[in-house]
């Protein structure tokens, strides 16, 4: 306190040294210490309190303090969220009761001692109150990062990733956060969260659409994506090394960043900042980005990974499929060939009864031009269809596959050129019904 700290010390006549407070008496200053007693009993009290009362706690023993110093200095001005304003409040108070307390202590005054020795008292265990609730809630922000990334799980895309990390980001108690992706070099901003201010956030994302940013020049993030390491920017307004139009448009006063990397690249760029009168950011928020940050880049890399099995998988099944189907083939193939050879010139379909081998009972029927063309395989299929059958069923029964039995059912359709299934089975019942008023016996039964 210097110079401003001897103005205070008077001589009143009694003796050397007498400290002045308030009205110019010791005892017309001492406030009343008893409800300060007692905040400071719920201070020490069991579990942590809410860095919000904490805070107002301290602001009512500063202005305790303020009438037994009455040095002209307000210590309790600080927003009700700034717990690093109060903490540094209060250990100004003791700086400042310290020093009176020497002096008072030469002088011999037992009141002054008294109420300095108070003051002293109470801003120490305010501030022990206030470092437990802060260490509380950033115990609870630590936690949260892991919730947070168990959060961004969900995320089916890498679009759905980026969309998300600023919503999950906020959660961990910062008030605006941005995503940008590094796309060859090149730093393009993508998404952006602020709770209760959306045009904002769409704006900050145009804004940084409309003007990218190479990671090769001055900028700290070019210093950060090279070093891999979060960063804590203090003054970005007077800085030269900083995105200057995005910093322009949400006027932050200071905020962290934080590389994302997946499979040992920088793929992306997460900023958060919070306002001044929440107490901005810190070295805390900077290394709990980082944090975050670190978990989203192995997010991403989950994401690509789940997105290439994926891709194998489908790629797989084709093949199977693709196999499957050229065995098929190549089984009717044999199968017709041996068809061929056995059945009469003159037969247009072949039916057989079941248990019965198809090539050891040949069956001649009435000529149908359309009937004729189908192959054995093909007439089954329709036969089965006519039963009611599904793909499913057919393909089981002939121990095919259904793309099989699809294939089979698209060369009926076509041979018979009828325009569906219902219209295939139809033509066959009507076979199997009459013909120039006979009744026929169903040429796919013997």
């Not at 011999?108 to 022990?128: K, M, N, P």
């Not at 802060?134 to 799980?153: D, I, Y």
């Not at 200071?254 to 306002?275: C, E, F, M, N, T």
């Not at 690509?304 to 190549?330: G, P, Q």
Request: charged share 25%; glycine share 8%.
């Amino acid at each position: 306190m210097g110079s401003g700290v001897h103005a205070r010390v008077l001589d009143d006549g009694s003796g050397p040294g007498m400290m002045a407070m308030g009205s110019g008496t010791a005892d017309a200053a001492i406030p009343d210490w008893d409800t300060a007693g007692e905040m400071a009993g719920e201070m020490a009290g069991p579990g942590p309190l809410a860095v919000e009362d904490g805070v107002q706690r301290a602001r009512e023993i500063l202005r305790a303090a303020e009438r037994v110093l009455d040095d002209g200095v307000t210590y309790s001005n600080f927003t009700s969220s700034d717990s690093k304003a109060a903490d540094a409040a209060l250990r100004a108070a003791q700086c400042a009761a310290a020093e009176y307390m020497n002096l008072a202590v030469q002088s011999s005054r037992d009141s002054a001692v008294r109420q300095l020795g108070e003051v002293l008292l109470q801003s120490g265990l305010a501030r022990v109150a206030l470092m437990e609730a802060t260490l509380a809630r950033q115990t609870a922000r630590m936690f949260g990062v892991e919730q947070a990334l168990c959060h961004l799980r969900g995320a089916s895309s890498l679009s759905a990733l980026e969309e998300r990390a600023p919503v999950e980001a906020h959660r961990l108690g910062f008030t605006r956060i941005l995503f940008s992706r590094i796309d060859k070099g090149v730093w393009v901003a993508r998404t952006a969260y602020m709770e209760g201010e959306e045009q904002l956030a769409q704006t900050l994302v145009q804004v940084g659409i409309a003007n990218p940013r190479p990671l090769t020049g001055p900028l700290v993030e070019s210093e950060m994506a090279r070093r891999r390491v979060p960063i804590l920017v203090r003054d970005p307004q007077s800085s030269s090394r900083v995105h200057t139009e995005m910093v322009a448009v949400v006027d932050t006063k200071g905020y962290v960043a934080a590389p994302v990397i997946s499979w040992g690249k920088v793929v992306g760029l997460l900023h958060a900042d919070r306002q001044v009168e929440r107490g901005g950011v810190d070295e805390f928020d900077r290394d709990l980005i980082g944090m975050f940050a670190a978990g989203v880049g192995v997010a991403f890399e989950r994401n690509a990974l789940f997105r290439r099995l994926r891709f194998m998988r489908s790629m797989f099944n084709e093949h199977v499929c693709a196999v499957n189907d050229l065995v098929d083939d190549i089984a009717e193939d044999v199968m017709e060939i041996g068809d061929d050879s056995e059945k009469p010139a003159n037969r247009s379909l072949g039916a057989y009864s079941s248990g019965q081998n198809f090539r050891e009972t040949p069956v001649a029927y009435p000529e149908d031009a359309l009937f004729a063309s189908l192959t054995p395989r093909e007439c089954e299929v329709l036969r089965s269809l006519a039963s009611g059958k599904t793909n499913a069923q057919i393909a089981s029964s002939l121990f095919v596959t259904e793309g099989t039995v699809k294939s089979h059912v698209k060369h009926i359709l076509r041979k018979l050129g009828a325009a569906n299934r219902t219209d295939a089975v139809a033509r066959y019942h009507a076979l199997t019904r009459s013909s120039g008023g006979h009744q026929m016996k169903d040429p796919f039964r013997s």
